[in-house]
């Protein structure tokens, strides 16, 4: 075959940095490396390749001999084949009214897995087995969703991280009353970073069930994996990622991904540097007057408020999400590749704004 150079060109600048997600990064580099590592020749499609049958083996170093991975395209898809896996068609699931599953999924886990949300208000994103016995009634009653699931995640939607003791309390809690526990593990890679402990200490360790692991905000181009940690808490696992359209045929390219990142400790490497990127963000805004930050910055997001218009000003400089724009409460991430020169420049805009 004859090569040739592509017709694609770029279409941005890549020296424009934002602080809206870490899903606006581009891919790290270790990654790309590993993409063209696993191309050329032929392997069998849907997930019978050698990639994903390696990253198995990788999956069991992180969380257990029986760990398996079922990659997926998406951390949508991941929740929903998770939770659909762990609930009957007449079950429910528990989560804080902030989870990803609640707020950010477009209805997902209800219309597309069939299942209830029984959402609890926290005022921390984190969930405790009083909050959890709020929701967690009526298990005869045919006139409600039976509760079967405990979901939580790993930091929170707020930025909060769940210590191991706390997430163990949970599993405790919701396995003496028949329930299984889901842990989203969008940044995973944040939370043991910054609790510094192997993120089986943890999942697998402490009675997670099922997680759904997140590569695309920690460097992937794409790709996360439900990871079955217990197998008795699932069932139908192949057919229902089938079912929901997250097989993957050319499955080794999601499955390399997440080896890259895994396999050694490019995962840690890239949450250590986003957490520290947040603190710095969060340290040089502190000092501004009428910046509040409103939660603990634990991970790789930094939560705050600011006057209404100036954060309207901000934005126009650097792309950001309000959180609460009545309030004017805003949501500010870093990423991998986010440099202290990013964040220094940020802070210095919101000293501007906030001098107007």
């Known amino acids: 075959m004859t090569s040739r150079t592509t017709a694609a060109r770029a279409h941005h600048d890549p020296a424009v940095r934002g602080f809206a997600s870490d899903n606006y990064a581009g891919a790290h580099p270790e990654v790309l490396a590993a993409l063209a590592v696993a191309n050329g020749g032929h392997q069998i499609a849907y997930g019978e390749d050698e990639y994903t049958d390696h990253l198995q083996r990788v999956m069991h170093s992180h969380f257990g001999p029986t760990a398996e991975a079922f990659p997926v395209f998406n951390g949508t898809g991941a929740n929903v084949v998770a939770l659909q896996s762990m609930t009957d068609r007449w079950g429910a699931v528990i989560c804080a009214d902030s989870a990803h599953i609640n707020v950010d999924e477009g209805g997902a886990p209800e219309r597309v897995g069939g299942l209830k949300l029984l959402t609890v208000p926290t005022p921390d994103g984190k969930l405790t087995p009083e909050l959890v016995d709020r929701q967690a009634w009526g298990y005869d009653d045919e006139h409600r969703a039976m509760p079967q699931v405990v979901s939580i995640a790993q930091n929170t939607e707020l930025g909060t991280v769940y210590t191991p003791a706390e997430i163990r309390a949970l599993c405790e809690h919701a396995h003496e009353r028949g329930m299984k526990v889901h842990l989203d593990g969008a940044r995973i890679s944040n939370a043991a970073a910054f609790l510094d402990v192997p993120m089986r200490t943890f999942t697998n360790t402490v009675g997670v069930d099922v997680l759904s692991y997140g590569g695309t905000k920690n460097g992937a181009i794409?790709?996360?994996?439900?990871?079955?940690?217990?197998?008795?808490?699932?069932?139908?696992?192949?057919?229902?990622?089938?079912?929901?359209?997250?097989?993957?045929?050319?499955?080794?390219?999601?499955?390399?991904?997440?080896?890259?990142?895994?396999?050694?400790?490019?995962?840690?490497?890239?949450?250590?540097?986003?957490?520290?990127?947040?603190?710095?963000?969060?340290?040089g805004v502190r000092a501004i007057d009428g910046v509040e930050i409103l939660h603990p910055v634990q991970a790789n997001a930094v939560f705050a408020r600011l006057p209404r218009e100036a954060g309207l000003r901000l934005q126009k400089r650097f792309r950001f999400y309000f959180w609460d724009e009545t309030a004017g409460d805003v949501r500010w991430m870093c990423a991998f590749d986010t440099t202290e020169d990013d964040v220094d420049a940020f802070v210095q805009a919101v000293k501007e704004e906030m001098a107007r």
């Open 222 to 283: 794409f790709g996360e994996a439900v990871v079955v940690i217990d197998p008795d808490a699932v069932r139908a696992m192949k057919r229902l990622r089938k079912l929901s359209m997250q097989l993957s045929s050319k499955m080794r390219f999601v499955s390399v991904q997440l080896e890259a990142l895994l396999a050694g400790d490019l995962w840690l490497r890239n949450a250590r540097h986003s957490n520290a990127m947040a603190q710095r963000l969060a340290d």
